[in-house]
């Protein structure tokens, strides 16, 4: 009797063990993470649904070149937004002005506003990095399971700018026509340098 | 009354068993906390300064810790992160050597109660670790990238040296560079290569390609010390006036070389931000705080020869 109390004793503590050290999962679940997420579907949809009713509060670029004269702590907290830590953060700006010159990487604009009035660039043929995902803090690093899915969203974003926003534009826009446009832009908040601000577009109008 | 060799047996690994439990979830409330700083390799000077900037900031917080070199090798690492959690460590700042083979680790950490805080490179999985402070190498490199389209004026042919394969920076890095160039049908790639973030590899490797294409114009290399290896290839074989090198990192060297004119452009990397915003949490962790971002990337600031001045090693003046 107490031989079998002995090995059932045995037994349940081996398959104790054997239990807490070996788990299965499917190879599907594992790989769901990365293979699973659609990148051009996010963007799309975050384009449509978060991002163009957030134009809507995008600061105009004279009042807010002027705001980081005078307050630049301000325009920074109140406009900008960035996913980390670092200096480099994102504005949705909006404004209107005459074209300069077209040119074969940007469209150069004379800014019209009440404010500052600088000379902006509007980029025609870079159209990469994070500035117009960040830009309205309306997406969050956290829902994504691994970094490349958020890269991936920024990319196709910028796919949507370079085929949709820009070909109709650059098409049409010669020297000194009108124009209303929507963009953001990437400042560095401790080595700011507002001389040359490059807008990547969000909406552009030839107001003629 | 007499026990039998099998009971003592028995009797003694029973015992085993509860010390080994005791020993996993010792908790003393008197002694002070302690973080063990596990980092991939210390033979790299931005890990060491990772590295030390992390013991810096969490002996500023009034907490010991030691520093553990895994060498590059995920088995040694394991052997740190079970010395780590047997020896009472009560945090881990944790530098991954491979964003697969470092989950487990984490994994068994954070099941023994310890928290783990990855600085610099990631490991894929979001919720083993408490929290991931990241260089955000992939924008890092869109940067950079577009700077090398802008200076080849979209023409040329270039050599990519890749750094550790099991490694997510090198493919964050390489991606982010690709998503710009790759639009470019002037720009073509003659030769893709890992060099294993080794400086002595990065040359013996470029040397190597040089041989077969000896008319490069521009190598992008996924750490400066690749790029200085890379420019050493390039100027024993007379090149260096006429290849450009673009590298990444920010290291103190290759900082001096954008000054002189010898590499183009870097990738700035902030370690000094990232060790301490992982001791901070840790310090936060022990205070009581449980509610962290997963992720935390840390922006990375293009260097070249027009704003090299606002710069020093691993990060500003």
């Known amino acids: 009797m107490k031989k079998i109390i002995r090995y059932v004793a045995s037994l349940v503590l081996v398959a104790l063990v054997a239990y807490n050290s070996v788990y299965f999962k499917k190879l599907d679940e594992v790989k769901a993470g990365t293979a699973s997420f659609n990148a051009a579907k996010y963007a799309s949809e975050f384009w449509t649904k978060k991002l163009l009713p957030h134009t809507t509060r995008a600061i105009e670029i004279g009042q807010l070149l002027t705001l980081l004269q005078t307050d630049k702590n301000k325009a ?92 109709p534009f650059k098409s049409k826009v010669k020297r000194g026509d009108r124009i209303n446009f929507i963009g953001a832009i990437e400042l560095n908040k401790e080595h700011l340098n507002t001389r040359s601000i490059e807008i990547i577009p969000v909406d552009l109008k030839i107001t003629n | 009354m007499r026990f039998s060799p099998k009971y003592f047996i028995a009797l003694i690994l029973v015992l085993f068993w509860f010390a080994l439990i005791r020993c996993k979830t010792r908790q003393s409330t008197d002694e002070p906390k302690k973080m063990a700083i596990v980092v991939s390799t210390l033979n790299n000077p931005w890990f060491v300064f990772l ?209 002189d004119g010898k590499i183009k452009a870097t990738g700035m990397q902030f370690p000094e931000v990232m060790a301490q915003t992982a001791a901070t949490m840790a310090d936060q962790y022990f205070k009581g705080k449980r509610d962290f971002p997963k992720k935390m990337p840390v922006a990375v600031e293009m260097v070249k020869k027009d704003n090299v001045d606002n710069y020093a090693a691993y990060g500003k003046k």
């Open chain 2, 51 to 259: 590295a030390e900037r992390a013991a810096a900031k969490a002996k500023e917080l009034g907490y010991e810790s030691k520093v553990f070199d895994s060498q590059n090798n995920t088995s040694l690492e394991t052997d740190h992160f079970e010395n780590a959690i047997s020896s009472g460590y009560d945090a881990i700042l944790f530098n991954p050597t491979d964003a697969d083979g470092s989950v487990v680790n984490v994994k068994n950490a954070t099941a023994a109660g310890v928290p783990v805080f990855c600085m610099d490179r990631e490991i894929n999985s979001t919720n083993a670790a408490t929290s991931q402070i990241l260089s955000d190498s992939y924008s890092g490199c869109v940067t950079i990238a577009k700077y090398f389209v802008e200076t080849l004026n979209k023409n040329g042919k270039y050599v990519e040296l890749l750094g550790l394969v099991g490694d997510n920076n090198t493919w964050n890095r390489s991606k982010g560079f690709h998503s710009v160039v790759d639009h470019y049908a002037g720009l073509k790639m003659v030769a893709q290569q890992s060099a294993d973030f080794d400086r002595n590899k990065a040359m013996e490797v470029l040397e190597s390609i040089l041989q077969a294409n000896p008319d490069i114009d521009a190598v992008f290399c996924g750490n400066d010390a690749m790029a200085m290896g890379a420019y050493q290839a390039l100027a024993a074989a007379g090149k260096s006036d006429k290849v450009k090198v673009f590298g990444f990192d920010g290291a103190e060297d290759v900082v001096k070389s954008i000054q």
């Open chain 1, 76 to 167: 920074f907290s109140d406009y900008s937004h960035a996913l980390g830590i670092g200096n480099v953060r994102y504005f949705l700006v909006k404004g209107s002005g005459t074209v300069q010159a077209v040119e074969e990487n940007q469209v150069l604009v004379k800014v019209a506003s009440e404010r500052e009035k600088p000379e902006v660039i509007l980029v025609t043929e870079f159209v990469f990095g994070n500035a117009v995902r960040d830009a309205s803090g309306e997406i969050d690093i956290n829902e994504f399971t691994n970094s490349m899915d958020f890269n991936n969203v920024s990319a196709e974003i910028n796919k949507i700018i370079r085929e949709k926003i820009i070909p």
